[in-house]
């Protein structure tokens, strides 16, 4: 190996912290305006309550304290970029990152935003990775933020008592491959073919293309359930074979799986093809709800702050959304004293 | 066919033996639609058929949906 080779600088997690806006909207609460109850959506998504933005909050609000906590976690206050990935951004563009960063008192620094819908933060944490790796940055904080209730047709059953608000966020900073914390390959795929499966129809260039006229739900965040099912069970599961297949780990190494909070059916599928027992599967979407880009580090954030992710457990990552789109990576966790805030 | 989707109605999705007829609908046994669909899934793992999803809810009954198995069985 050659000694430029050798010296390659390899990502590592060294901070971590998630943050939920205080408003807990129960299943009651929406059973009182949608065709449902409490039983119906416990029993098909494991959801209990989600928390919601309230007025005056957007995605750059829950960013900024998502970022703000990884970045105390990690114990010091600068990085070289800024990589937000969100579906919910502030506006069409200017992307929310640059907003973000300078709020932070990070102006100056590179700063973008990622969208790959839920599966955006995996996608993010490739091109933090990549920035790492290639030598161009020695710290990245990675955001996943949303208010994904702001794309969500609050009449529409099957996706508002799913679909919820938060952020997370982690610190990756140059180190070495063995080192606790080093991320395993970021393995990524995507399948265009089924775009329709999940995607707000109006708002940019297809429709005007096509010379379609939006209609009134046309702005709305729209899924094919079943079909998603279909498809986020079978590449979640593939991912994370090959994401272990890199790390030369088995399933039995697997110590902690953690899935996009999608909806608890979608996680059990995937860890029964996976053969994970229950106990190393971690959830918390009984009291978040799908929070998009934001599940993974959320969930990150929150399991090692209550301790059910202890430092040199091994990690597994995966998840899917819409594009199609899908990742799944691996670490062992490291000694960091992540931030939770909910 | 009927026992061995039994088995898999009442290990996987935890449905009660005695409420398994040939007359009973999967909504009757309180399957939800992400269900179905995993029932599909396993029967076509477990059992080797191609039913989709739609397929065993536009069947009906569960005898209905015994029968379209023992047709679509792929030739393995």
Redesign the interface.
Known sequence: MSASLAARPHPVLVGVGGYLPPRVVTNDELAGHLDTSDEWIRGRTGIAVRRFAGPGTSTADLACEAGMLALKSSGEPDVDAVVLATATPDHPLPATAPEVAARLGLSGIAAYDVGAVCAGFLYGLASACGQIAAGWSRRVLLIGAETFTSIIDPQDRTTAVIFADGAGAVVLRAGEPDEPGAIGRVVLGSDGDHKNLIMVPGGGSRYRADGITPGPRDGYFQMAGRDVYRHAVDRMSSASLAALGHAGWSVADVDRFVPHQANAKISAAVAARLGLPDGRVLSNIAETGNTSAASIPLLLAQAAADGSLQPGHKVLLTAFGGGLTWGASTLVWPGVTALSER | MFQQITDILVGKFHVDPAAVTPDVTLTDL?L???????LG?TMQQELGTTLT?DDLVNAGSLGAIVELAGQRVTAS
Do not use: A, G, Q
Request: no cysteine; proline share 0%; net charge negative.
């Open positions: 309180e939800d639609s992400l269900d179905i669909v995993e899934l999803d």
